[in-house]
């Protein structure tokens, strides 16, 4: 089992920043992809940003050049910095993460970042 703890959601006004950060513990495996996801009233779960070990992203289109994931694999931790946020961007962001080798995902519990116009 993986245990993940986000922090950093809040209240910001449109055109501000905010940095997530989430910590996994557990069973951690070397092969592992840590991310991103949130939901927005009225939608979906959906992929903000995710990144592997080596360092290479996949960003959802509508926060390219905008987000930027990041991760220490010492400190088994994902960031997600959070630029030039807008009210579309108010969601419950959970952080991810993905035993490759096991095919298992596990969940955060989520942190809710409200944008203001």
């Known amino acids: 089992q993986v245990q993940l703890v986000e922090s950093g959601g809040g209240l910001v006004q449109a055109g501000g920043s905010v940095r997530l950060s989430c910590a996994a513990s557990?069973?951690?495996?070397?092969?592992?992809?840590m991310g991103w996801y949130r939901q927005a009233p009225g939608t979906q779960r959906e992929l903000v940003a995710s990144?592997?070990?080596?360092?290479?992203?996949n960003y959802a289109d509508s926060v390219k050049g905008r987000f930027t994931v990041s991760r220490d694999n010492a400190k088994n931790t994902v960031y997600l910095q959070m630029n030039s946020l807008k009210p579309e961007d108010t969601a419950v962001y959970y952080c991810n993460y993905k035993d490759w080798p096991r095919g298992m995902n596990y969940w955060g519990k989520g942190t809710l970042v409200t944008v203001s116009s």
């Open positions: 990144i592997t070990r080596s360092g290479s992203t």
């Open positions: 557990g069973s951690i495996v070397a092969n592992d992809i």
